[in-house]
């Protein structure tokens, strides 16, 4: 199973700040297949980010991801109030093939 | 723009098995693959398995001996069996679109149903 690890598991920052959020794959992940998710309570997950680098649609160009083999990260640039919730990676390869982290929690 | 939503009983008893379905609103089930997630306190998010329209499965090995997942497509929903239920099955149980870009990423996803097991 490829673990993945992100860190820090809370930040603390305000708006108007950047956020650098990381998260690192016990094994390299297949083709930089890697995505991040943004998640508030009560709502369904939205994809932000795909194939490591690739912002998807609707998605606000302060949101920007980069990385390969096991080491990824993901800025938000310019923090507004509605980018703080819990981000989660994902990836693909292994067994199981798809394995998320346990999220990082971005808070004011 | 593709919805999902997923329902079914909030409260299943130890040993009984677990119904959910997946509706898909907005966009045809045909030529996507679907997935099934679920987001426990103990585990996190656990990918479930995926189901190709054609029915095609691939699930998570430490499911595999006991979920299904089937696709409906006159009623263009999804669904998900998972039998001999215990308390490490309380769970948000997530639906989603696999492969949307390509990339082995979920997208969209549902707003997940709640499911406790509990006597």
């Known amino acids: 199973e490829i673990v993945l690890t992100q860190s820090p598991g809370t930040m603390s920052l305000s708006p108007g700040e950047r956020a650098t959020l990381s998260c690192r794959a016990s094994?390299?992940?297949?083709?930089?297949?890697l995505a991040w998710y943004q998640h508030k309570v009560g709502q369904a997950p939205r994809l932000l980010i795909y194939?490591?680098?690739n912002r998807a649609s609707g998605i606000p160009d302060r949101f920007s991801g980069s990385g390969s083999g096991t080491d990824f990260t993901l800025t938000i640039t310019r923090l507004e109030p509605e980018d703080f919730a819990v981000y989660y990676c994902q990836q693909y390869g292994g067994s199981p093939l798809y394995t998320f982290g346990q999220g990082t929690k971005l808070e004011i | 723009q593709v919805q999902l939503q997923e329902s079914g009983p909030g409260l299943v008893k130890p040993s009984e098995t677990l119904s959910l379905t997946c509706i898909v609103s907005g966009g045809s089930i045909s030529n996507y693959y679907w997935s099934w997630i679920r987001q426990t306190p103990g585990k996190g998010l656990e990918w479930i398995g995926y189901i190709y329209y054609t029915g095609s499965t691939v699930y998570n090995p430490s499911l595999s001996s006991r979920v299904t997942i089937s696709i409906d497509m006159s009623k263009n929903h999804l669904s998900l069996t998972l039998r001999s239920v215990t308390a490490a099955d309380t769970a948000v149980y997530y639906c989603?679109?696999?492969?949307?870009?390509?990339?082995?990423?979920?997208?969209?996803w549902g707003q997940g149903t709640l499911v406790t097991v509990s006597s």
């Open positions: 989603a679109r696999l492969h949307s870009y390509g990339y082995e990423e979920f997208d969209p």
């Open positions: 194939g490591a680098s």
């Open positions: 094994q390299s992940v297949s083709y930089n297949k």
